[in-house]
């Protein structure tokens, strides 16, 4: 199973919720914000944590 992969849209909401509350963060200066850092790594990395934990992932899997 491969799961480094996740939809082109998926991967762009990500990166735009990581910088959201980044920004939201670095404008408020609560440090909470800062966990924006996850989605935004998640995005650009291409990699889901979370299909690893639910062992779904968003894009359908080849059966060879």
């Given at each position: 199973?491969?799961f ?10 990500r990166?735009?919720?990581g910088l959201?509350?980044?920004a939201?963060g670095v ?11 996850l989605?935004?790594v998640?995005g650009?990395?291409?990699f889901c944590?979370l299909?690893?934990l639910s062992?779904?992932?968003?894009l ?5």
């Amino acid at each position: 199973m491969d799961f480094n992969k996740i939809k082109k849209t998926c991967r762009v909401v990500r990166i735009v919720v990581g910088l959201a509350l980044i920004a939201v963060g670095v404008v408020t200066g609560i440090y909470w914000f800062y966990l924006g850092v996850l989605p935004l790594v998640a995005g650009i990395a291409n990699f889901c944590p979370l299909c690893i934990l639910s062992k779904k992932c968003d894009l359908p899997q080849d059966t060879e």
